[in-house]
């Protein structure tokens, strides 16, 4: 997640990894969210506690940058041979936070400048960036959003070219780079009438020029920039219901949408490029690593995959992995009520993400690219 200062990371990721602690959460899910770093994971839990039940948000991150990684355990419904010949059985969602204002500002000196460098290379090597747009700095500058908007992706170019040399080794455009960049709304319930089509006409009208000029200074930094994706997806986030002297945290908006972004999102659009022959083929490479494995585990393949997962093509098969890529509708709710019902719980899971998206688009807060 790329935002300014006080566009609210810090609370986003704290409400999202609380919420999964709680009991509704673990009992209606087929996983359990644990926190791979337990002192991180308590840090988060208490910051979320704290938002329930005191009405206390969390302070800004100040200086250092915090990777926050994240394992999604099935819980185990088959019997034991089922389970060891599943293609996996976790999945790992890493969530970066970092001091908005290095976005903003000059740091403090040389050493805070190598973390600003490692920390931006670290998160160049997701697999999707969300673009974070404050709607409480919307509503200040209400009749005149312009102003904020242009500055805000004016701030994302500058410091992007200001770090370029530093990110790109002796100049070589990276390979490893997130392709898809989508434009997230954070705060939403301040914006409460603002739906995912608004959001995009919003930006599109107030700040198309700017976004545009990002997409360039990134097609700059990145090998295979054709398949390049930069405000062409949309997202509506909130982190709870906050009033005067309560924060009800189990009214948010988007942050289940998370795990299933960064699970079916990048496989989607990856293969869908792929197939277009719009990306090279190495760097397709870097891309599809294990997409073999995701596609045998959402349409319940009986694959047999070597230990060391790799490419599409060598595994399973581009027939395969086309099929799971072009699974939905009706068919994607088919094969989640089979799997449940054989309580194959990978398969529901991952079809299940499909099928959350797909809700999140009915519903209005997300908006994907037909591209």
């Not at 198309?208 to 090998?223: H, Q, Y």
């Not at 294990?290 to 047999?304: E, H, I, M, P, Y």
């Given at each position: 997640m790329f935002g300014e200062s006080g566009s609210g990371k810090t609370v986003m990721v704290s409400s999202f990894y609380g919420a999964t602690q709680e009991p509704q959460y673990l009992n209606k899910n087929l996983f359990n969210v644990v926190a791979d770093n337990i002192g991180q994971g308590n840090r988060l839990h208490r910051n979320y506690l704290g938002m329930r039940d005191s009405a206390r948000l969390p302070g800004p991150t100040n200086f250092a940058a915090t990777s926050y990684s994240f394992t999604m355990k099935l819980k185990n419904g088959l019997d034991a041979k089922a389970v060891k010949a599943r293609p996996f059985d976790a999945l790992r969602l890493v969530w970066h936070d970092y001091p908005g204002d290095w976005f903003e500002q000059d740091v403090s000196g040389p050493e805070e400048a190598q973390r600003r460098v490692d920390t931006f290379k670290t998160l160049l090597g997701s697999d999707v960036a969300l673009l974070l747009v404050d709607s409480q700095r919307l509503l200040d500058n209400s009749g005149e959003e312009e102003r904020y908007l242009k500055s805000l992706f004016s701030n994302f170019r500058n410091g992007l070219l200001t770090l370029k040399d530093d990110l790109l080794?002796?100049?070589?455009?990276?390979?490893?780079?997130?392709?898809?960049?989508?434009?997230?709304?954070?705060?939403?319930?301040?914006?409460?009438?603002?739906?995912?089509?608004?959001?995009?006409?919003?930006?599109i009208d107030k700040a198309?020029?700017?976004?545009?000029?990002?997409?360039?200074?990134?097609?700059?930094?990145?090998?295979?920039?054709?398949?390049?994706?930069?405000?062409?997806?949309?997202?509506?986030?909130?982190?709870?219901?906050?009033?005067?002297?309560?924060?009800?945290?189990?009214?948010?908006?988007?942050?289940?949408?998370?795990?299933?972004?960064?699970?079916?999102?990048?496989?989607?659009?990856?293969?869908?490029?792929?197939?277009?022959?719009?990306?090279?083929?190495?760097?397709?490479?870097?891309?599809?690593?294990?997409?073999?494995?995701?596609?045998?585990?959402?349409?319940?393949?009986?694959?047999?995959?070597?230990?060391?997962?790799?490419?599409?093509?060598?595994?399973?098969?581009?027939?395969?992995?086309?099929?799971?890529?072009?699974?939905?509708?009706?068919?994607?709710?088919?094969?989640?009520?089979?799997?449940?019902?054989?309580?194959?719980?990978?398969?529901?899971?991952?079809?299940?993400?499909?099928?959350?998206?797909?809700?999140?688009?009915?519903?209005?807060?997300?908006?994907?690219?037909?591209?």
């Open positions: 080794l002796d100049g070589k455009p990276l390979v490893e780079f997130p392709l898809i960049w989508m434009m997230a709304l954070s705060k939403s319930d301040l914006l409460p009438n603002l739906d995912v089509f608004m959001f995009r006409d919003l930006l198309g020029d700017e976004i545009e000029e990002l997409r360039k200074v990134l097609a700059g930094l990145v090998e295979g920039n054709d398949a390049l994706s930069v405000g062409e997806d949309f997202v509506l986030l909130s982190s709870a219901k906050f009033d005067a002297n309560k924060i009800e945290v189990m009214k948010r908006v988007g942050l289940d949408l998370v795990p299933p972004l960064a699970a079916m999102l990048p496989f989607e659009r990856h293969i869908r490029w792929e197939q277009a022959k719009l990306i090279p083929r190495k760097v397709a490479d870097k891309l599809l690593v294990g997409a073999g494995a995701l596609a045998a585990g959402l349409v319940a393949a009986k694959v047999k995959l070597p230990g060391k997962l790799g490419v599409l093509q060598k595994f399973v098969g581009p027939d395969l992995v086309d099929i799971a890529a072009k699974l939905a509708g009706d068919k994607v709710r088919q094969v989640n009520a089979d799997a449940l019902a054989k309580r194959d719980y990978l398969t529901a899971i991952l079809t299940g993400f499909r099928m959350d998206l797909d809700e999140g688009e009915k519903e209005h807060i997300l908006l994907r690219s037909r591209r």
